[in-house]
């Protein structure tokens, strides 16, 4: 598609509990990223993969968090066990390799509240 | 490590006020410059971009030059509108597919 598509657009869990959102990026970019936006306005990066490979796992925390891209599937990420400073809009991005992947597209964000 | 640093806000400004919005980076080398807006409720959208010293990205009214010298990428727009209410985020990457580092964004309020 055209567009950066993510659901679903709003999660609500308990804190415990497991949830997963996904990311199916622009038809032909190879690139997507994932960014945490808490506190409105604040931005962090996750991860990055590179078709199904991962890229860049430096935002990525060390436990609880999981993240996939499969061939012909959307990309997801996982957060087991959520706790409440989970909470916050979950942002995927992508890109075009080479001279087309300075931009990052976003897509709509996917709101997780964790109660 | 790589850091962006923005102005503290909100701004509110009047229809047709002149608008700047301060952005410094730290980051060694060359790296790309950005600036981003998030309408309400929406995901960001580029605004506009520079990839090299002295390079002035422009769009929708809104022109930031990259300056080495200062380090900064200040966005500025001569007449703004209720229409750029948004949240503004000033950001840098190392280069195509590189991770994306923001500021801490910036909220424009325009009144009619």
């Known amino acids: 598609g055209e567009e950066v598509a993510q659901t679903p657009k709003h999660l609500v869990r308990g804190e415990g509990q497991k949830a997963k959102l996904y990311c199916a990026p622009i038809k032909g970019h190879s690139y997507v990223f994932w960014y945490q936006q808490v506190l409105k306005n604040e931005f962090k990066f996750l991860i990055s993969?590179?078709?199904?490979?991962?890229?860049?796992e430096t935002g990525m925390p060390k436990e609880r968090f999981s993240a996939k891209c499969l061939p012909n599937s959307p990309c997801s990420l996982e957060i087991q066990a959520t706790k409440l400073e989970d909470s916050a809009v979950y942002f995927c991005?992508?890109?075009?390799?080479?001279?087309?992947?300075?931009?990052?597209?976003f897509g709509p964000g996917t709101r997780l509240t964790v109660t | 490590g790589d850091s962006v640093t923005q102005m503290e806000g909100p701004v509110t400004l009047s229809e047709e006020a002149f608008l700047t919005i301060n952005c410094t980076y730290t980051?060694?080398?060359?790296?790309?410059l950005f600036w981003y807006v998030q309408y309400p409720g929406e995901g960001l959208q580029l605004l506009l971009k520079?990839?090299?010293?002295?390079d002035k990205g422009s769009n929708k009214g809104f022109e930031a030059t990259y300056r080495k010298e200062t380090t900064s990428f200040h966005l500025e727009k001569g007449s703004v509108q209720v229409s750029d209410s948004a949240v503004y985020f000033c950001a840098l990457s190392r280069g195509a597919n590189s991770k994306l580092t923001f500021g801490k964004g910036i909220t424009l309020s325009v009144r009619p």
């Open positions: 980051a060694t080398g060359y790296p790309s």
């Open positions: 991005a992508s890109s075009q390799t080479l001279a087309g992947g300075l931009e990052q597209y």
């Open positions: 520079a990839t090299k010293a002295d």
């Open positions: 993969f590179q078709n199904e490979n991962v890229f860049d």
